[in-house]
C-alpha cells in the first residue's frame, strides 16, 4: 500500500484557521472511516488529535476538527496557537488489517 | 494515566536481530490491542505490527512480515517485538502504542504512546 498524502508544510498566523489535507484512494480514506490525525513534537510521541474521521478524544481543544471528502481528510486547526506549531500525521485503515499514514506536515505559526 | 515503557534498543549489524520490549501499565493490558509504529530519522510514522488482546490474532506489514514477530504476555503486562534478519533500512525509532478500541475490537488508532527506542542497523 503507498502512503497518504500530504503537503510537506503548512502555515498560518496566530487566530487563524489552518486545513491540511491527507488524499488517499477508494481503497483506504474513501472506503473506511478509520481515520485518525496526529501531532507530534520534536524529539516526542505523537498523539492523537483526530479519530473515526471527526471524534475528538477527551483533552482535545475543539480547535482541533476532522472531515472526509471522497477519498480525502482534512484536518482543520482554527485559531492557531503558537503552541500548535509541530508536525501533523494522518492514517487510515487500508483493510486487510493494514494502516497506512501519510508524509506528514509541518505546521509553521508565523 | 496509561503507561508504557519501551526497552531494548540498540546497535546492531545487518543480518542481526534484536528483541524490543514495552512494559504496560495503568490499564487492563489484556483487554487491547497492541501495535509497534516505527519512525526512521527524520521521515514519517510506519506501522509496523499488531497483536489482539488475547494475542490470537496477529498482523504485519509487508515490509517486516517473515523477519519480525511481535508477542505479548498478559501476565507480565508486556509486549515485545522480535526482529530478525535485520535490514539498514529497519533504523528507526520504534513506538508502542495501544489501539484505542473497546471492548476488544481495533479501531485503528493509537491513543497512548510510548517514548519509543532507537535501532539502529549498520555494520
Known amino acids: 500500500q503507498s502512503a497518504l498524502t500530504q503537503p510537506p508544510s503548512a502555515s498560518g498566523s496566530p487566530g487563524q484557521s489552518v486545513t491540511i489535507s491527507c488524499s488517499g484512494t477508494?481503497?483506504?480514506?474513501?472506503?473506511?472511516?478509520?481515520v485518525s490525525w496526529y501531532q507530534q513534537n520534536p524529539g516526542k510521541a505523537p498523539k492523537v488529535l483526530i479519530y473515526?474521521?471527526?471524534q475528538r478524544p477527551s483533552g482535545v481543544p475543539d480547535r482541533f476538527s476532522g472531515s472526509k471528502s471522497g477519498n480525502t481528510a482534512s484536518l482543520t486547526v482554527s485559531g492557531l496557537q503558537a503552541e500548535d506549531e509541530a508536525d501533523y500525521y494522518c492514517?487510515?485503515?487500508?483493510?486487510?488489517?493494514?494502516?497506512?499514514f501519510g508524509g506528514g506536515t509541518k505546521l509553521t505559526v508565523l | 494515566e496509561v503507561h508504557l515503557v519501551e526497552s531494548g534498543g540498540g546497535l546492531v549489524k545487518p543480518g542481526g536481530s534484536l528483541r524490543l520490549s514495552c512494559a504496560a501499565s495503568?490499564?487492563?493490558?489484556?483487554?487491547?490491542?497492541m501495535n509497534w509504529v516505527r519512525q526512521a530519522p527524520g521521515k514519517g510514522l510506519e506501522w509496523v505490527s499488531s497483536i489482539s488482546g488475547s494475542g490470537s490474532y496477529i498482523y504485519y506489514s509487508d515490509s517486516v512480515k517473515g523477519r519480525f514477530t511481535i508477542s505479548r504476555d498478559n501476565a507480565k503486562n508486556s509486549l515485545y517485538l522480535r526482529m530478525n534478519s535485520l535490514r539498514v533500512e529497519d533504523t528507526a525509532i520504534y513506538y508502542c502504542a495501544r489501539d484505542g478500541g473497546t471492548s476488544g475490537g481495533r479501531d485503528f488508532y493509537f491513543d497512548y504512546w510510548g517514548q519509543g527506542t532507537l535501532v539502529t542497523v549498520s555494520s
Open positions: 495503568r490499564f487492563t493490558f489484556s483487554s487491547y490491542n
Open positions: 473515526e474521521v471527526s
Open positions: 492514517s487510515s485503515y487500508a483493510g486487510s488489517n493494514n494502516l497506512i
Open positions: 477508494s481503497s483506504d480514506v474513501g472506503n473506511y472511516n478509520y
